[in-house]
């Protein structure tokens, strides 16, 4: 290690002295508290780092706070979308209100009806059951246009003569407990 062509010996000795002790220093420092050093470095880097993408989120919503306040036709405008969005929904509960009111009046209005001719029925002295009838029932209502309903062609699940709790004929899934005592084996 030559210094402008100067041997290392020719420097003067309060300079390699210096450069010992700093020598010793800083390796004492290290073998002593090295491991500490590493590890605080790689935790400040790594809490630089979040600091620093929350940093910049943070700057980015003030650009984006400032931005919406530069522009408040685009406010103006999301608000009259919002209004618009709201009144059409609105309509839309009304039509659907209205429909289920004229379902209603008409529901109220064909139990009057059959009221008003039960009322008939029984002023003529008829009973009022069989004329509740739809149009539909009172012209099948005959003993040639009833039909008995038939069987239909399935399989049973089960035999006739099953039955659980009878222990019998349940199949292969028959559970017995142990014995009682001691177990066998051994002296």
């Known amino acids: 290690m030559e210094r402008d062509g100067e041997p290392l010996s020719a420097r003067p000795a309060l300079e390699t002295e210096g450069l010992r002790f700093l020598h010793v220093t800083v390796g004492s420092l290290l073998a002593t508290y090295g491991w500490y050093i590493v590890f605080s470095c790689i935790l400040l880097y790594v809490v630089f780092q979040k600091l620093s993408t929350r940093l910049r989120a943070l700057r980015q919503r003030q650009l984006d706070r400032v931005a ?15 209004a618009a969005a709201r009144l ?7 039509a659907q209100v209205e429909k289920h009111k004229e379902k209603l009046r008409q529901l109220e209005e064909e139990k009057r009806r059959q009221k008003i001719e039960m009322w008939d ?21 005959g003993p040639s246009s009833v039909i008995p309903k038939r069987k239909s062609d399935r399989k049973p699940l089960r035999g006739g003569g099953y039955n659980p709790l009878s222990g019998e004929g349940g199949g292969t899934c028959s559970w017995r407990p142990g014995r009682r005592g001691p177990s066998p084996g051994g002296s």
């Open 68 to 82: 919406a306040a530069v522009e408040p036709d685009v406010v103006v405008k999301r608000q009259e979308a919002l």
């Open 121 to 141: 029925s029984m002023q003529e002295g008829k009973s009022y059951k069989g004329n509740a009838k739809k149009p539909q029932e009172e012209d099948n209502s």
């Open 88 to 94: 059409k929904m609105q309509e839309e509960l009304n």
